[in-house]
């Protein structure tokens, strides 16, 4: 199973709102990190947030992070068309930080 | 700064051929790289870990005799489906994580922009 479920899988909003997707996971984790994917593209690093953070910021982007619940959360704020993407929680564990990712979130902003 | 690159973007093969897939960090050593698949809508799923100058180190349910991988340099890491058959079809991700010790973002990893891989 996955190690990194998320919610909604699938988000349409209009421009100007703003969009939060929520990742929950199962193991104890060094870092979680946020990627952006357009349609059939690579991955486009967000932000990653070590396991002794709570909050982190980037521009529009803020992450949070609840290690008691395994959980944590990308808040998008005044979105734009722009940021339709697909959007994925990935995990890091262990000595080599292999990642697991998330069933993903996909995000459409409206104009 | 930290690009990966990935060569061929897309290939269509027909079934039986072998197929190698290139990935390189332009402009950082990478000592670890990493091969991922995506089917369609779905997420990745992490084939191997490869570390540079050893045996690469596959995920439960991957078949290391199809998915070769060898990882020559800290800059180059390949992976050859061998036999492809349609239903090795997929999206085929690599990433790479920098060789940078007692740096605070030694954790991340740099995507490449994948290679769509049709097996006809």
């Known amino acids: 199973s996955q190690q990194g479920e998320e919610d909604p899988q699938a988000l349409s909003i209009q421009e100007g709102e703003n969009a939060t997707m929520n990742c929950s996971y199962k193991t104890s984790i060094n870092n979680l990190q946020w990627y952006r994917q357009n349609s059939g593209r690579g991955l486009v690093h967000l932000i990653l947030i070590r396991s002794n953070e709570r909050e982190k910021h980037s521009g529009r982007l803020r992450v949070t992070l609840d290690t008691s619940k395994k959980s944590s959360s990308l808040l998008i704020t005044a979105s734009r068309a722009a940021d339709t993407a697909s959007y994925f929680c990935?995990?890091?564990?262990?000595?080599?930080?292999?990642?697991?990712f998330g069933t993903g979130t996909q995000l459409k902003v409206e104009l | 700064g930290a690009v990966v690159s990935q060569h061929p973007s897309w290939v269509i093969c027909k079934s039986g051929t072998s197929v190698k897939i290139e990935c390189r960090s332009l402009d950082f050593q990478a000592t670890t790289m990493f091969w991922y698949r995506q089917f369609p809508k779905q997420s990745l799923m992490l084939m191997a870990t490869?570390?540079?100058?050893?045996?690469?180190?596959?995920e439960q349910g991957v078949e290391k005799d199809k998915f070769l991988i060898n990882h020559a340099s800290l800059t180059l890491s390949t992976l050859t489906v061998t036999s492809a058959h349609p239903e090795d079809s997929s999206f085929y991700i690599c990433?790479?994580?920098?060789?940078?010790?007692?740096?605070?973002?030694?954790?991340?990893?740099?995507f490449g922009p994948g290679t769509r891989l049709t097996v006809t």
């Open positions: 490869s570390n540079e100058g050893s045996k690469a180190t596959y």
């Open positions: 990935a995990t890091g564990t262990g000595g080599g930080n292999k990642l697991t």
């Open positions: 990433s790479a994580r920098p060789y940078l010790t007692g740096q605070s973002n030694s954790y991340e990893q740099y």
